[in-house]
């Protein structure tokens, strides 16, 4: 009885004991890019609204984000009892719904994103033929911005060969680099 006793205390002083045990908190990280943006329009103009989306997320026990030349990150950390596919779709619905708040490239982007989704044929290569005849006026009034930015925006995508139109009927040459563009 007495060996019994011993042992236990001995084994009890041996047992490893931490002030602050290591814990994994489910964490999502949220890159972002807006090429020649300084710090401040990024902070502004991206993280921001994102923050505010993302502080509306179930769970959500800490954020943090640091804005620099052309990019930011948003760290979410969330709480140890919630499950981390959940709060990666909750993040997802999130950073849609910053969508009408993001820079205007971005939302032109993720129109035509979703159009192709919605309309278009896969020919290969990168390649999405949108099956509707779509004005200018149609992809502003689903990015909710003003038909000129549209205009100028695609404009540019069309000399950059991202974008090509044909009698009304509009190709995303290479949606890997259009995704880009939409930068998050």
Do not use: H
Request: aromatic letters at 6%; one cysteine or more; hydrophobic letters at 45%.
């Amino acid at each position: 009885m007495i060996g019994i006793l011993l042992a236990g205390a001995v084994g009890y002083k041996q047992l490893p004991v931490s002030a602050l045990p290591e814990v994994d908190y489910p964490t999502i990280q949220v890159v972002t890019f807006y090429p020649g943006a300084s710090p401040e329009v990024m902070a502004s103009s991206v993280t921001a609204p994102l923050e505010r989306q993302f502080g509306q997320v179930p769970g959500l026990q800490q954020m943090t984000s640091t804005s620099s030349d052309g990019s930011s990150v948003i760290v979410l950390q969330f709480n140890l009892n919630l499950n981390i596919d959940v709060a990666e779709q909750e993040v997802q619905q999130s950073i849609n719904a910053a969508g009408t708040f993001l820079p205007v490239k971005g939302r032109v982007a993720r129109a035509m994103l979703d159009l192709a989704a919605a309309f278009g044929n896969d020919v290969g290569g990168g390649r999405i033929v949108i099956r509707q005849k779509l004005s200018q006026s149609d992809v502003a009034a689903m990015a909710g911005i003003a038909r000129e930015n549209v205009s100028r925006i695609l404009n540019e995508w069309m000399r950059l060969k991202l974008v090509t139109r044909l009698a009304g009927y509009y190709c995303i040459e290479n949606a890997s680099k259009l995704e880009r563009e939409l930068k998050i």
